[in-house]
């Protein structure tokens, strides 16, 4: 399994930016997939996450804000990032389930400006 994330940037807060993540190779079989990101000097954090049944589930801090949504028969992930603040500044990560095994995205990052 391949994942590439892209879509991140810079941007003011209050902003939006749409992160976007492609799928490829042995992907059948995969039931969850979500977002995380790493705040420098901070730990991988979980972010949101779908499962294929359209389940989803957030972080509190960024709850009526961020949207995870699926495109299966594209095999793409999107997290459309709303109202964004300074804190949201990390590098995001894609992620899939695939038991017995995580794969991950390359990580795109995401600088929000005060």
């Known amino acids: 399994v391949q994942l590439q994330a892209s879509g991140g940037g810079l941007v003011q807060a209050g902003g939006s930016l749409r992160l976007s993540c492609a799928a490829s190779?042995?992907?059948?079989?995969?039931?969850?997939m979500g977002w995380y990101r790493q705040i420098s000097g901070q730990q991988r954090e979980l972010v949101a996450w779908i499962s294929s049944g359209g389940s989803s589930n957030y972080a509190d801090s960024v709850k009526g804000r961020f949207t995870i949504s699926r495109d299966s028969a594209k095999n793409a992930l999107h997290l459309q990032m709303n109202s964004l603040k300074p804190e949201d500044t990390a590098v995001y990560y894609c992620?899939?389930?695939?038991?017995?095994?995580?794969?991950w995205g390359q990580g795109t990052l995401v600088t929000v400006s005060s």
């Open positions: 992620n899939a389930k695939l038991p017995p095994r995580d794969y």
């Open positions: 190779g042995s992907i059948f079989g995969i039931n969850v």
